[in-house]
């Protein structure tokens, strides 16, 4: 995260990404990597080589006219034939088969030999039941050597004992410095800024404690509904989908103490030390919810009690957060997709001013506002005095706007900007195996004995009785903005 805007370009590299017709490739992996390319982030010699099972559509021939498709639909860039040819000759393709990557060695071999001492990548873009056989592979037909670095994408696990089984697998075959555990909600550029705002700004991190925050919340409901990955999302559910990962990643962030250094031994040290203290999840203090008619998507069993929502209070038992209310929230078929934080501050003991009650009910003063959802914005929720000859007061807002910047011009999506970051062998925005386990530990006890799922409407705000939850708070909602 460095302050200049002149990055540094990353040595010769060879992508190997598995899955790459997938639609995780297809939709930011591919497209990322050719905008990285255009803005010149891109080392000067690379190769991108795409992996996919022979037999399932794709072979080398044909993967350049797929990968071109694909960039017209998703990229970010006018593919133009000046950038098409420029971004096309550093792609080939391997078609693999069960039990061998003989085909994957000779064609490295091949596109290594024009480098110089190049890193090799190997994108894991695959389900999570591929992990442990993909890696096993990798190992035993010697694609592993002191450069490899591997990304692998969540779910890490499902509970403490598959989380710790994955990460003993891995380290058969890689180093821990090798892997970068991927989540792309650490790559946005609004939840980096929670880190600039609160620790380069000395009005805030004075502040940023239990004497004068009430209650913090991380909310991430979504309007997409699980059709066509009914199956996935059966042995998923919200909580270890969104919760385990991108809350409490998000969670690290707000809470962690101030680092050293912005490094990443630094920064997940200092995550860690979080994890550990937060309170095991405690399941009355849970909520769970479930959309009417998720039953009857393809892959759902017809008695299903997987919940497509959650909400949770949660307690980080340290000196600087001992007593503030903790609430994440996150579901499917909502009524709004949106991701954001607010912090409350306390009000203060003193009032000599008048404010008008059902202004107060709708609309709480005293809040921060982070709304994660690209491009981003921030907002501080203020009393003022209201003009006129009385001394009542109204609620005002100060916002910054990402797209408002002319600093937007250098803005990287998640992917763009965690793939750079492999690239150049930093791992300030990855997740290690103590995080990952350390957060299914304190997990343990909900996934033990979860609550049962009340029935929710789409594109309401989630089952009624999550408004207990908060109580006397309430959630930050747009319609209250």
């Known amino acids: 995260m460095s302050s200049s805007k002149v990055a540094i370009q990353p040595k010769d590299c060879v992508i190997i990404v598995f899955g790459a017709t997938g639609d995780l490739a297809k939709r930011k992996l591919l497209p990322g990597l050719f905008h990285l390319a255009e803005v010149s982030l891109m080392p000067k010699r690379y190769h991108i080589i795409g992996c996919a099972p022979e037999g399932t559509g794709a072979d080398e021939e044909s993967f350049g006219g797929y990968v071109h498709d694909v960039l017209r639909t998703f990229a970010r860039k006018e593919v133009t034939d000046e950038s098409w040819s420029r971004f096309s000759r550093h792609l080939s ?20 030999s024009s480098m110089e001492k190049p890193t090799r990548i190997i994108y894991l873009a695959v389900p999570p039941a591929a992990f442990l056989e993909t890696v096993s592979l990798l190992g035993t037909n010697g694609l592993v050597n002191e450069s490899t670095r591997l990304v692998i994408e969540k779910p890490f696990g499902s509970n403490l004992s598959t989380a710790r089984r994955l990460n003993g697998e891995l380290h058969r075959v890689f180093k821990e410095s090798q892997i970068y555990r991927i989540d792309h909600f650490l790559g946005k550029e609004a939840v980096q800024n929670i880190l600039a705002f609160r620790f380069a700004n000395g009005l805030f991190e004075p502040a940023w404690n239990n004497r004068y ?30 919760i385990v990962t991108h809350l409490f990643q998000t969670l690290g962030f707000l809470a962690m103490e101030p680092p050293a250094r912005l490094n990443a031994h630094e ?55 001992a007593g503030v209310r903790w609430f994440l929230r996150t579901g499917k078929a909502m009524a709004e997709s949106r991701t954001s934080v607010t912090i409350g501050f306390k009000e203060s003991p003193l009032n000599m001013f008048e404010l008008d009650p059902d202004l107060k009910s709708k609309l709480k003063p005293n809040e921060l506002t982070f709304e994660i959802t690209d491009p981003g914005r921030v907002t501080l929720h203020i ?38 970051d492999v690239m150049l062998g930093d791992h300030l925005l990855f997740n290690t195996a103590e995080a990952i386990e350390t957060l299914w530990q304190l997990s343990e006890p909900l996934l033990a004995s979860p609550p049962e799922p009340y029935a929710y409407l789409k594109g309401s705000w989630g089952p009624e009785v999550v408004e207990s939850l908060l109580a006397p708070f309430s959630w930050h909602l747009p319609e209250k903005l």
């Open 93 to 112: 393709f391997v078609g693999t088969r069960k039990g061998d990557l003989g085909n994957l060695h000779t064609e490295l071999k091949r596109v290594e």
């Open 213 to 242: 925050i009430d209650y913090i919340q991380i909310d991430v409901p979504e309007t997409l509904t699980v059709e066509g990955r009914g199956a996935f999302y059966e042995a998923t559910g919200a909580f270890r989908d969104m």
């Open 267 to 321: 920064l997940q040290g200092k995550k860690i030390d979080v994890y550990r203290s937060v309170e095991p999840i405690d399941a009355e203090k849970v909520v769970y919810g479930q959309y009417e008619g998720y039953k009857d998507v393809s892959g759902v069993a017809a008695d299903s009690n997987t919940e497509t929502f959650v909400a949770l209070e949660a307690a980080i038992e340290n000196q600087r957060w």
């Open 383 to 420: 009393l003022v005095k209201e003009p006129g000859p009385t001394t009542s007061l109204e609620v005002a807002a100060l916002s910054f706007q990402y797209d408002d910047s002319t600093l937007v011009a250098f803005e990287l999506e998640a992917y763009e900007r965690l793939f750079h």
